[in-house]
Nanobody, 124 residues
Framework: QVQLVESGGGLVQAGGSLRLSCAASGRTFSIYAMGWFRQAPGKEREFVGAIRWSGGTIYYADSVKGRFTISRDGAKNTVYLQLNSLKPEDTAVYYC?????????????????WGQGTQVSVSS
């Protein structure tokens, strides 16, 4: 089992920034990739981006490319999502998730473990 705990959400004005953290524990050796997702009220869950647990290429959804940045700290078993130039439409619950492998991780597929989510609210 892998446990994931997100933190760092909050209320911010449009144009502002936040940094979300996702700390992993448990069987972290089984993690192949980490992904970030978000779900706005009344909408389906949306894939935001992903990073290999060992590092390397990072993938982003077109809707956040250039504004959001995913990074990792291997020593802390933590993945981060830096949110810049936030817009009201970025308001959502943000989730991190862990994938044990599979070719579709960069498309948001194959994630077995999920955090509890953290709310990001952007006011206009």
């Amino acid at each position: 089992q892998v446990q994931l705990v997100e933190s760092g959400g909050g209320l911010v004005q449009a144009g502002g920034s936040l940094r979300l953290s996702c700390a992993a524990s448990g069987r972290t050796f089984s993690i192949y990739a980490m992904g970030w997702f978000r779900q706005a009220p009344g909408k389906e869950r949306e894939f935001v981006g992903a990073i290999r647990w060992s590092g390397g290429t990072i993938y982003y959804a077109d809707s956040v490319k250039g504004r959001f940045t995913i990074s990792r700290d291997g020593a802390k078993n933590t993945v981060y999502l830096q949110l810049n130039s936030l817009k009201p439409e970025d308001t959502a619950v943000y989730y991190c998730a862990a994938s044990g492998g599979g070719p579709g991780y960069y498309r948001g597929e194959g994630y077995a473990y999920w955090g509890q989510g953290t709310q990001v609210s952007v006011s206009s």
